[in-house]
């Protein structure tokens, strides 16, 4: 009974429905744009959901510093890919992200401190380009910015939520299987 209850917890955080691409948003509230953009494609989605999860299975200050690393260097890199700065590779640099994050919680290896903040860091920067360049020409930046801040945060928060349940009632293989999952879409993210 209990493996069921947390496959469809897993199912529920790692297989959301496919929701709208990312560019087109024609919202004239830079606000809501922000908000709906990481929501609104399966590798945001995906990613950030897994860092919450990961982050759920780390031990003390990792718990509160891999989600805050990667907001921090998200918003960092969003003001480059607004600015213009070309970067190439940035939708492979993100399907590697969640391939990676996928992995990491189906082997449930342990990493050094040090490696857990940059990995995060790492994938949070091509995340953050992504949200820069995809920003609506007409909006506030400073709006657009908060608004995908915080459904960042949210997404971190519901798989931190998700992941914690799991590990608090020992789902460690609903855990590992929604790891090879979210590696597997990962690597479909990759394909042309």
Not at 141 to 158: D, Q
Request: net charge positive; aromatic share 6%.
């Amino acid at each position: 009974m209990k493996t069921r209850h947390g496959i469809a917890a897993v199912l529920t955080t790692f297989l959301p429905a496919l929701a709208l691409a990312h560019p087109g948003h024609s919202l004239s509230d830079g606000f809501t744009a922000g908000v709906l953009h990481p929501l609104t494609g399966i590798d945001h989605l995906l990613a950030m959901l897994a860092v919450g999860v990961w982050a759920a299975r780390l031990e003390g200050r990792l718990r509160w510093l891999v989600p805050v690393s990667f907001i921090g260097l998200m918003l960092l890199s969003a003001v480059v890919g607004m600015s213009g700065l070309q970067i190439g590779a940035i939708e492979q640099g993100i399907a590697a992200s969640v391939c990676v994050l996928g992995l990491l919680l189906a082997s449930a290896v342990r990493l050094p401190a040090a490696l857990c903040v940059l990995l995060t860091g790492g994938f949070a920067l091509f995340h953050g380009y992504a949200h820069g360049v995809e920003a609506p020409q007409q909006v506030n930046a400073m709006l657009y910015m908060s608004g995908f801040a915080l459904s960042t945060i949210a997404l971190h928060l519901a798989g931190f939520v998700a992941g914690s349940w799991l590990v608090r009632h020992q789902q460690q293989a609903a855990l590992r299987w929604g790891g090879v999952a979210m590696a597997v879409g990962g690597l479909a993210l990759l394909a042309p």
